[in-house]
Each structure stands twice: as structure tokens, then as C-alpha cells.
């Protein structure tokens, strides 16, 4: 059973920019970006398809690429400079932590040389450190696990960061990543703005791309 | 903690991992056994829920305006090994206690490295002061497995013997287990004994490094920063101050950095890893609790394991049982991904 206890509250939440990353393909406020085409595997060929030069990102998890470009996506999209850089938030969440990362941290263990570079990444947050790192973000941050995408338990994150003053805005994330399965969806939350966000209308985006 | 003894023993090759280092194991008698998934987390955890509750004089959990929060880093990762296990996932420790329990709400499950515990306690807070919840329990829990502990060794981080935080000679960290319950509310008749005061926190992060912490300090300096600023809380009166301290050269030496930083370098400061290892998703909730109750009975106890200044910024670690210094308790942690958090509590 979902909650949706933002319609009974009062704090209005907007949503800046979204991006939704599913199937071989990105959408970015609902219009495609761009198809997986090439031969690399996917999240590789969205890389080359930005354009960016980050080397850092061929030493991630595919969770933490997952995170890092869906981050890249809608922070660009989203003034960025208009925040300092502790006023952004980024809370993620998923439904298997980083039991991926996990499995191939246990097989090196098993095969008798566990791999240190894998260990760090078997915690979920670490996808939250790498966003940070490449964006300059010092503010909150937090990583829950729910059985699906739960745009309540998110907004509810949010409201509570801006009804503390901890945050002035909170990108969202939700980050599924299951052998060549890939789930993203991204947000960018504002405490003010234009386009007011409820869970519905972001569970709706999150469905429907 | 107050005869000054650790409660880390010395295995021999733990899990088959070729180590030396002690370790914080809880011998199965001891855990009660009535909610039994046979997984020693969630019979902790489940543990922690009951005496919590019984500490209570409703149960205000298993209605709507309740809320459990699960700290925990790993959950059940002892079972890795045998393919498909449901109980794998965090997702279902979740599911476990609310039907053992009959919670009227889904718990919530935070799982953000080695802060996990300390922001459990500041989100709770923050769902009570937007009106979301009326009651929220924080329940951290972590358990001592092959998998956390070959990690820790894969990267030359467990240390010989007992470890000695902010000394010149530590090596390294202890990994301990342990499960540990706390509640805030709204609402102080639900407290049958007495209670302390939250007033504020804040997590940061370094925005630096994923695996080792920033050599500035940033993020727990920003953490602390945000945490007294809004309580209007200079650090000069805080009392006491419950650090990290895991016992690794790179971590106890930001921390001094970033107290210095912060102002906090005479606060009286202590490490309970010595005691009990690192924790892990449990060590905010458990930390928090006994420094709490260092507070009430005005006895903060030493520092384990420190004897010679090891740390490039001075540091006032507390090397005999000691009273604080005022009623303001910090709480502080650190963890990988590079994320930091604080929260400050008024106790009497």
C-alpha cells in the first residue's frame, strides 16, 4: 500500500527536470535523448553519446554508472548555479541495494583474491558519493531501499529536508540494476517553482517515461 | 565500558579469513529466539523492536502515526552464499517486522555505509517535525559476516589486535556486531522512564572520495556546522562529543581536522570502538544510546585503547571516567561514499 501523505499536508513540491532511463533508451522530460545503438554496452554508449571525459566513470558499478548518468542528465537541466553547493540534496533508492555489486565482490572472495576495488562498491550509497564528487554537492544525502519505486517515501524525504531548512532542492533516484536490466528515474525537486509534483503525477512519469 | 574491559575476542581465522584481528561476535544464546527466521539480524532486530516497545507505555507502532526505520548496511549478507535466498534482500527485513509486529506502516530502510545509524535518527526527527509521523523507532543493526570482514582485510583496513583510536600506534579497525533500538516522538507521555531532548543534525557530504575520507575534514565539518548553527549552539558548549574514531590513520586524522575546524578541539571526546568494534549501520543508534547514558549518569567513560597523541590536531580525549563538561552531547559519523552526519541532543 502506498501513502500519499503529501495530499493531506500542505508543502507544495515542483519538479524541475526528470529523466527516466529504461529499455535502451533515456528520456529527459519526456522526450527521448537518446537509443542505445551501438555495439558497447548501454550505458557506455550514452557516455560517448554526451560527450563526456570522466575516466573515473569506467572504475564504477553499473549501479553507480546507472546513478552517475541519470545525475549528469537532469542536473545539467537543472541551474545548478542558482543553489549553493549545500542546498542539494540527493536522496536515491532502490529495491536491491548493491546485491549486483555484491555477487561479484563474493565470487573474487571465492576464487581465492577478494577484489578491494569491488568491495568499496558493495554499499548502495556509493553511487550517492560518485554524483557528489563529480557535481562539487556537500549537502544531505541519504539512500533507502523500497520494494518499488515509491515516489511518496521520496517526496516525503523531501519535504522534510525543506520544512528543516537542510535543503533547498533534492535530486531524486530511484536505481534498479539487474544483470543488462537497467531502471532509472531521476528528478530534480524544488521547494519552489512552476510544475507542482504530487506522488501520483510522479508515479505517472515514472510508468509512462 | 566502565570497568574499562573490551568485550573483542580474539577468533581464530574467522570465517576462514586469514586474519589476526579481534572481533565483536554475539553468541547466539544470547539472542532471544521467539520471532524465528533463524537469521541472527533480524532476530536482533526483532529483540530490539520488543524491549523498545516494553519501554513504552503504548505501543504506537502499529498504527498509522508509527514509524520503524531500519539502519543497516549489509542486512542479512551472511546468506551470499546459497543462491536465490528471499532473505537476502534488505527489503525484507522490512517486510519480516511488519508482519511479525503488525507495524501500521512499512518500515522505512536506510542503508548509507557507516552513517546509516546517526541518519536514521536525524531523518526520524525531521518525518516528526514535518508532521508526517507522531512516533518514529530507529532500529541499526549489522552482523560481523565473511563477506564484511574479508572486505575490511581485502583492504588492509582490520587491525592486529584491539584498536587504538587517535594513538600513535593504531593499526586499524575492529568489526563488532550488534543491533540497538531508539524512539523519538512527539509525544513525551509515550516515555515510561526518562528521556533526553534531539535538537538538530545534519549529514554533508565530502564530495571527494568514495573510499577515503576528505583530508580536509569537509563533510563532518560542514555536518557539525549545519547541526549547531540552526540549534544556535556554539561547539564551545558542548559537553561531550561521540566521535567515529574506527581506529584507521586516514579516519581518526580527518576527524581531528575537521573537530579543530568545528571548534571542538577541548570538547571531551571519546572512540567506543575499543569496546565493541565498529558496528557498522548499528554503530549511530548504539553510540548515540550509551552516550546518552554517559550523559545522564555524568560518567563518559575513556577512550579505549588511546595512550599517545597520534592525531595532528590537539584533541581532548577522555582517558579516565569523566563527567561532561554541559548537557549538550554530540553525536558524530563518517563512512564511505564519503557521507558524514551529526546530531546534537540536550540531556537533564
Given amino acids: 500500500m502506498q501513502r500519499f501523505s503529501l495530499i493531506q499536508s500542505g508543502m507544495s513540491l515542483f519538479l524541475k527536470t526528470y529523466c527516466r532511463i529504461k529499455e535502451g533508451e533515456v528520456h529527459i522530460n519526456g522526450e527521448l535523448f537518446c537509443q542505445h545503438m551501438d555495439e558497447d554496452p548501454f550505458l557506455r554508449s550514452v557516455y560517448k553519446h554526451i560527450g563526456l571525459s570522466y575516466p573515473k566513470f569506467f572504475k564504477m558499478d553499473e549501479l553507480s554508472r546507472l546513478g552517475f548518468i541519470g545525475a549528469e542528465m537532469t542536473l545539467m537541466r537543472s541551474e545548478l548555479e542558482n543553489y549553493a553547493d549545500d542546498e542539494v540534496a540527493v536522496i536515491f533508492s532502490n529495491r ?13 572472495l571465492k576464487g581465492g583474491i577478494a577484489s578491494p576495488a569491488l568491495f568499496v ?3 548502495p550509497n556509493i553511487e550517492v558519493g560518485e554524483i557528489c564528487i563529480r557535481h562539487k554537492l556537500y549537502g544531505e ?16 524525504q523531501c519535504e522534510a529536508l525543506f520544512a ?4 533547498k532542492a533534492v535530486l531524486i533516484g530511484w536505481t534498479e ?4 536490466n537497467h531502471d532509472g528515474f531521476f528528478a530534480f525537486i524544488t521547494a519552489s517553482g512552476m510544475n507542482e509534483v504530487t506522488a501520483e503525477s510522479l508515479t505517472d512519469l515514472y510508468l509512462n517515461r | 565500558m566502565l570497568n574499562g574491559e573490551t568485550g573483542l575476542k580474539s577468533v581464530d581465522r574467522p570465517f576462514g579469513i586469514d586474519t589476526t584481528s579481534h572481533v565483536g561476535l554475539i553468541p547466539g544464546h544470547l539472542i532471544p529466539q521467539e520471532h524465528m527466521d533463524s537469521l541472527k539480524l533480524t532476530n536482533m532486530l526483532a529483540a530490539c523492536y520488543e524491549r523498545s516497545v516494553s519501554k513504552l507505555s503504548f505501543d504506537a507502532f502499529q498504527d498509522e502515526g508509527g514509524l520503524v526505520i531500519i539502519c543497516t548496511t549489509k542486512g542479512n549478507i551472511n546468506k551470499i552464499g546459497q543462491l536465490d535466498d528471499p532473505r537476502l534482500p534488505l527489503g525484507r527485513l522490512g517486510r519480516f517486522l511488519k508482519q511479525s509486529f503488525d507495524l501500521g506502516n512499512e518500515p522505512m530502510i536506510i542503508s548509507n555505509a557507516c552513517i546509516s545509524g546517526v541518519l536514521g535518527i536525524i ?10 509521523y507522531e512516533h518514529v523507532m530507529v532500529l541499526g543493526g549489522d552482523i560481523v559476516s565473511e563477506f564484511t570482514l574479508s572486505g575490511f582485510a581485502s583492504l588492509h583496513a582490520l587491525t592486529d589486535g584491539v584498536c587504538k583510536p587517535y594513538d600513535k600506534n593504531r593499526t586499524g579497525i575492529n568489526l563488532g556486531e550488534a543491533a540497538a533500538g531508539l524512539v523519538l516522538s512527539s509525544d513525551e507521555t509515550i516515555f515510561k522512564g526518562t528521556y533526553s531532548e534531539y535538537i538538530s543534525g545534519a549529514s554533508s557530504n565530502d564530495a571527494n572520495h568514495i573510499s577515503g575520507p576528505s583530508r580536509t575534514g569537509e563533510g563532518l565539518h560542514r555536518s557539525i556546522e549545519r547541526t549547531l548553527k540552526p540549534a544556535s549552539i556554539e561547539a564551545n558548549q558542548i559537553g561531550y562529543l561521540s566521535a567515529h574514531g574506527t581506529g584507521t590513520s586516514f579516519n581518526d586524522e580527518m576527524e581531528s581536522i575537521a573537530f579543530e575546524r568545528s571548534g571542538l578541539s577541548e570538547t571531551p571526546v571519546n572512540s567506543m570502538k575499543g569496546y565493541f568494534g565498529h558496528t557498522l549501520g548499528a554503530a549511530g543508534v548504539i553510540e548515540t544510546l550509551l552516550g546518552l547514558e554517559g550523559m545522564k549518569r555524568k ?5 579505549l585503547g588511546f595512550e599517545e597523541m597520534g592525531v595532528s590536531q590537539p584533541m581532548n580525549i577522555i582517558q579516565e571516567t569523566t563527567a561532561p563538561s554541559s548537557e549538550y552531547f554530540l553525536k558524530t559519523a563518517s563512512g564511505f561514499g564519503g557521507c558524514n ?3 546534537l541532543f540536550k540531556v537533564g
Fill in chain 2, 341 to 343: 552526519a551529526s546530531a
Fill in chain 2, 123 to 132: 531523518t526520524a526527527a525531521r518525518l516528526i517535525r514535518a508532521g508526517k
Fill in chain 1, 164 to 167: 528543516d531548512n537542510a535543503a
Fill in chain 1, 96 to 108: 536491491s541495494s548493491s546485491l549486483q555489486t555484491d555477487f561479484q565482490y563474493y565470487d573474487t
Fill in chain 1, 177 to 180: 540494476v539487474e544483470s543488462d
Fill in chain 2, 299 to 303: 560518567q563518559l567513560v575513556p577512550s
Fill in chain 1, 121 to 123: 562498491y558493495t554499499l
Fill in chain 1, 141 to 156: 544525502n541519504n539512500f533507502l531501499i523500497t520494494e518499488r519505486f515509491d515516489a511518496a517515501q521520496l517526496l516525503e
